[in-house]
């Protein structure tokens, strides 16, 4: 009886992993971009990560008016108790209505024990969401478990590398450039990384809008089904205990 209950509870949550995807619509997540991730360790007056901190919140704004253009959501994610998101990034993004923000209380936005999982996945849910296109810190930390979870949820996950930093080294890393090596484990789900900005909109363009009325051939009506992104091979990994 035992073993028949087990097998069970192994079923059904496999079934709702598999299931967590629900359409191929695209969002928007940006990772706990919270000062106090930035400013903790007072490495911030780094001159040169002074530098990274703009050209990261530059290129996160970017994504954000993408995302504004192309009228794909947008999900602040926070991490509970640690203050509001990088108020250049909230300012980017006042005045449109499909913006949702959601606290968590573990590092991964998916973890099973993040208190406000199912918040996350019942809105991802409710707008036909199967892609995401991550950004946020830190690389090694939130983001990277965030887009494990995401993969084992069975979602596509595109890790923007400009959109990425980790906060935890006196030196911050970034871009955060082929430092990712995932091998998803479910049936349907891609990741992939990207640090083109304008690779990512022009397929979002393609993917979002409607297509133009093909001509007839068979190969132009295929032209725009599958566009890959542009992306990087893997090289190496880093491993890192710091949160």
């Given amino acids: 009886m035992k073993l028949l209950l087990l097998l069970l509870f192994i079923s059904l949550r496999a079934f709702s992993q598999e299931s967590s995807r629900v359409g191929d619509n695209y969002a928007l ?4 971009m919270q000062p106090f991730f930035v400013e903790r360790g007072g490495n911030d007056k780094d001159q040169e990560n002074i530098q ?7 290129n996160q704004i970017k994504m954000i008016e993408m995302a504004k253009k192309l009228k794909i959501p947008i999900v602040f994610i926070e991490y509970e108790s640690l203050g509001d998101t990088n108020s250049k990034l909230k300012d980017a993004a006042d005045g449109y209505d499909n913006i ?5 209380s573990t590092d991964g936005m998916l973890d099973d024990y993040n208190n406000k999982k199912s918040e996350l996945s019942d809105y991802l849910r409710s707008k036909e969401i199967g892609n ?3 950004t946020g810190a830190n690389g090694g930390a939130c983001v990277e478990r965030s887009i494990s979870g995401s993969l084992k949820n069975n979602y596509n996950v595109v890790a923007f590398s400009k959109g990425i930093a980790d906060f ?3 030196q911050f890393i970034y ?4 430092l990712y090596k995932f091998t998803p484990t479910c049936e349907n789900c891609k990741f992939r990384e990207v640090d083109d900005a304008e690779a990512v909109e022009l397929e979002l363009a393609l993917r979002t809008q409607k297509p133009p009325k093909p001509s007839g051939n068979e190969s132009d009506r295929n032209i725009l089904k599958d ?3 542009p992306g990087k091979s893997k090289k190496t990994t880093i491993q890192t205990t710091v949160q």
């Fill in 100 to 104: 949702k923000i959601i606290t968590k």
């Fill in 52 to 58: 990274k901190v703009n050209d990261i919140i530059n």
């Fill in 227 to 229: 566009i890959p992104l």
């Fill in 132 to 134: 995401l296109i991550i």
């Fill in 175 to 178: 871009p955060y450039d082929d």
């Fill in 168 to 170: 935890n080294y006196s």
């Fill in 29 to 32: 997540i940006i990772i706990d």
